[in-house]
């Protein structure tokens, strides 16, 4: 009985998805399509993408989506213009598409999962839309809890009190729902408004991960409204043509 029925079940077991992160390391895809609780993204083209100017970023050429580089440009000038930020505001990091990710995941030798922690696993990344950047914001050497002595330089103070203004939201605030690790320097561009130019492609690409785990700060909250009640049937009587004459009298 057991030999008859048993490769039937088989078929039907829900099938456990894995995803190819390095050579001969793989990992499990939750069923909800999450990668060590990490989104999926695709690759930004090459033709939506474009160049910083040197002066504002420290390591190497910073490339993000053309749409979200007139917001960023006008977030480092006045940024450099505020002397409460010292002039320490750069970005570090920024477009990083998956075959550059898993050249970054990949390297380390801790497990997948403990990588995970730290570093988005490839096709797993904010970074490859283009929309995403790090900012480098140094903390005083000898800090021993590198985010929250990020979070306290000047230059992440003013970003979190100006960033919404100029399109970009926090992706990873502390404690936040997605179990990613608080990431103060990292922030993704959504346009200011919806209605903004380029804005609907990115607020598309993010719909997942803003309704269900919400940056902070945040632009345009998404309002998860309840569904709709269902609608009331209404029987339509026909009123007899009795009922009718008797009114007319
Ligand atoms: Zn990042």
Redesign the pocket.
């Known amino acids: 009985m057991l030999r008859r029925t048993l490769p039937f079940l088989l078929a039907f077991a829900p099938a456990v998805a894995e995803a190819q992160l390095c050579e001969g390391q793989s990992a499990a895809i939750a069923p909800d399509g999450r990668a060590f609780g990490h989104l999926p993204y695709g690759d930004a083209a090459e033709s939506d993408l474009a160049t910083l100017p040197a002066e504002f970023s420290v390591a190497g050429p910073c490339v993000v989506r053309v749409d979200a580089l007139p917001d960023l440009l006008r977030l480092f000038e006045a940024a450099r213009a505020d002397p409460a930020v010292m002039g320490q505001l750069k970005a570090l990091?920024c477009q990083r598409s998956i075959a550059r990710q898993r050249g970054v995941f990949c390297r380390g030798t801790d497990s997948p999962a403990d990588r995970a922690i730290s570093v988005?696993p490839p096709g797993y990344?904010?970074?490859s839309t283009g929309y995403?950047?790090?900012f480098a914001v140094r903390p005083r050497n000898g800090c021993p809890d590198a985010e929250a002595c990020m979070a306290a330089t000047p230059a992440a103070k003013w970003l979190r009190a100006n960033a919404p203004r100029f399109g970009f939201e926090q992706?990873f605030p502390g404690g936040n729902k997605q179990n990613v690790k608080w990431?103060p320097?990292?922030w993704r561009w959504v346009g200011t408004t919806a209605g903004a130019p380029g804005a609907a492609r990115a607020r598309f690409i993010f719909a997942r991960a803003r309704k269900d785990y919400p940056a902070n700060p945040v632009i345009d909250p998404v309002v998860v409204k309840a569904p709709p009640p269902p609608p009331k049937l209404f029987l339509k009587v026909p009123v007899l043509d009795i009922e009718k004459k008797k009114r007319r009298r």
């Open positions: 990091s988005a990344s904010e970074h995403a950047l790090d992706s990431e320097w990292h």
